[in-house]
């Protein structure tokens, strides 16, 4: 059950601004942000927690009340005192089982979504270089480690330590007023045991941190390993992964030795401190009893609070150290939510497109992964509206990364690209990216469970089962569909492995088909058709055209045959400049680059 979901994309880049600055501890902004709406139901549970532990306290003096009432006065009936204990248990246990209920519905189950979802939101705000850098494994282990360490510290603490901790404050009361020779000593007690947990944990801070990376890093292997599960069998190297992981993992154990020796050294300083506290305490009672200043029942009271109070020491050591253990996955999850993507929006207010024939202008725009070598240098290129334009070269010659800085995946490092005559650094990203359709050479969207029909109308989830298949008919997917034994219906597996890569392209491009119903203007087909064969292509180039009308079209193929049936122009590009274009004839009689490849591919 979750509630409370993120606020839209508007006020999500407001929260990102003022997160901008934040460090990743505990004290950062965006924990401030996270918890801003569970404040006033955390306040009621507070209030009902130190309403709960007062009662607590109470009980237990409640034995001494009844002992001295019945034995004071011999005729007090004693199932009015039963009553009476029962009346105040059901009070106690009303007040416990909706405190619980309040914690529950209204502060975890909705705090663990919204962390959740603030992850999840954040990574699709990333650039794909930033994922280009990221494993799978490891984003799932810093999101799924993070928020769960984070909920069982908050547990912690809200469940456990604060209540322990106004129990001790409320028990301290009693003994202040009715042994006052032995409130000092436990609360003494109580400072030493304190420091050594502290001590001890700072002396852990740097194995645990060291762990906790190597969890990390053990998150991302699981995951890779496993995704390249059947490659890694037949080039028959499992043992040698095995050892390698196994290797991590004497690793994680060797440090957790570590912290372990640590551990005990101060836990049996830690015992001592309490054993002095309460040998001594007990000493004094019996003084105190011996003097008549206490009587059996008092002395019985106040050798249970003591060892409540004691037995609580070792509760609040055990809740730090799972609140310390909790730590270092609780900062690395904030530094990913603290996380600034390097393409956002610009302030100030959106532009106005320019009307009559601006397309597209790339001018002098230079790119380069990671300022290592220019991917696109230079790039001068002019593309009108409702023109169709093919580009051409090698592989790495970056014509991918052209889509890329069209739609601000990637950000030019030189230069200017306007979009219908405004710079697409003014455009919001959302307005911006939702001008194109694209299909690329991985394929469309695949996730596991969803049926075929909702497959295909991803980017349109509102489109109808007609629209569907008339997008699946002009795509030459849809004799495949009927063929199978659910149709439409059909459950997709992850990636969508259950289709050949031929199938998932033209799945793909049923995807964008029906996102161009949504009136974006530009459709980017990059290698759409590569894993198809000539005649399937023909069918489905001949299918597209009357969708191409008035649109702009950007065509990458290595397949010339492909560009000349549908390409108003070809582009060629070399080492990120184009150094020839033109149309498909013009191209061939010029002998360069593209006339070899036309030659070599017989595409006269």
Same mark, same amino acid.
């Given at each position: ?21 934040? #460090? ?48 004071? $006065? ?99 009361? /009693? ?15 109580? !400072? ?24 990390? *890093? ?20 499992? &043992? ?51 003097? !008549? ?53 610009? /302030?100030? /207010? ?48 970056? #014509? ?15 230069? #200017? ?7 697409? $650094? ?56 009927? *063929? ?10 992850? !990636?969508?492995?259950?289709?050949? #890569? ?61 560009? &000349? ?40």
């Amino acid at each position: 059950m979750l509630v409370d979901i993120p606020a839209p994309a508007s006020a999500s880049a407001e929260r990102d601004e003022r997160l901008r600055e934040g #460090k990743g501890g505990l004290a950062s902004p965006v924990w401030q942000e996270l918890l801003k709406p569970y404040r006033g139901a955390y306040s009621k549970y507070i209030a009902g927690v130190i309403l709960r532990q007062a009662i607590l306290v109470l009980g237990g003096y409640s034995m001494v009340w009844a002992i001295r009432l019945c034995t004071g $006065r011999p005729t007090f009936p004693e199932w009015l005192v039963i009553a009476a204990l029962l009346l105040f248990d059901s009070v106690y246990l009303s007040l416990d089982t909706g405190l619980n209920t309040l914690f529950t519905t209204r502060l975890s189950f909705p705090l663990f979504g919204r962390m959740k979802i603030a992850a999840l939101e954040k990574i699709f705000q990333m650039p794909t270089e930033w994922h280009q850098e990221q494993s799978s494994g490891t984003l799932l282990g810093k999101v799924n480690n993070g928020v769960g360490r984070v909920m069982g510290m908050g547990e912690a603490v809200s469940r456990e330590l604060l209540p322990a901790a106004i129990r001790t404050i409320l028990s301290l009361v /009693p003994l202040l007023l009715l042994s006052l020779y032995t409130a000092p000593l436990l609360l003494l007690a109580l !400072g030493l045991f304190s420091w050594l947990t502290l001590r001890e944990n700072n002396r852990r801070a740097a194995l645990r941190s060291k762990r906790h990376a190597c969890y990390v *890093r053990d998150s991302g292997k699981f995951g890779e390993y496993v995704q390249a599960a059947q490659p890694v069998v037949q080039f028959g190297q499992t &043992r040698r992964l095995l050892a390698d992981y196994g290797r991590l993992q004497e690793r994680i154990v060797r440090l957790g030795r570590a912290e372990m020796r640590v551990a005990n050294t101060y836990s049996w300083r830690r015992s001592l401190v309490l054993s002095l506290a309460k040998r001594v305490s007990q000493g004094i009672w019996i003084w105190q009893l011996r003097r !008549g200043a206490l009587d059996v029942a008092m002395a019985m009271y106040l050798n249970l609070l003591t060892e409540e109070l004691l037995a609580s020491f070792w509760g609040y050591a055990g809740l730090l150290e799972r609140i310390f253990e909790g730590l270092e996955p609780a900062r690395i999850l904030v530094k990913l939510l603290n996380e600034q993507p390097a393409v956002r929006d610009q /302030p100030g /207010p959106a532009p106005a497109p320019a009307e009559g024939d601006c397309g597209i202008e790339m001018i002098d725009v230079q790119f380069s992964y990671s300022r290592g070598k220019h991917i696109v240098r230079n790039l001068n290129l002019s593309i009108k509206r409702g023109e169709v334009l093919g580009i051409v070269g090698r592989s790495g010659s970056g #014509k991918t990364t052209i889509q890329n800085l069209l739609s601000r995946i990637f950000e030019a490092q030189h230069g #200017k690209i306007t979009v219908y005559g405004a710079d697409i $650094r003014q455009w919001p990203l959302g307005r911006l990216r939702g001008l194109f359709a694209c299909v690329s050479q991985n394929g469309g969207v695949f996730f596991s469970g969803m049926t075929l029909f909702d497959t295909i109308r991803f980017a349109r989830p509102e489109a109808t089962f007609r629209e569907v298949v008339e997008a699946a008919k002009c795509a030459c997917i849809h004799q495949d569909i009927i *063929r199978m034994p659910a149709k439409y219906r059909t459950k997709m597996k992850a !990636g969508g492995a259950n289709l050949s #890569k031929g199938q998932q392209q033209r799945i793909a491009l049923a995807q964008a088909l029906l996102a161009l119903k949504d009136d974006r203007k530009i459709l980017v087909l990059d290698e759409f058709t590569s894993q198809l064969d000539s005649e399937t292509e023909s069918k489905i180039l001949a299918n597209l055209l009357p969708h191409l009308a008035g649109r702009t079209v950007i065509l990458i193929a290595h397949r010339l045959s492909t560009l &000349r049936q549908i390409a108003d122009r070809i582009a060629v590009l070399e080492d990120g400049r184009i150094i020839e274009q033109g149309a498909h004839e013009e191209l061939v009689r010029s002998n360069g680059w593209y006339a070899e490849m036309a030659r070599a591919q017989a595409v006269t």
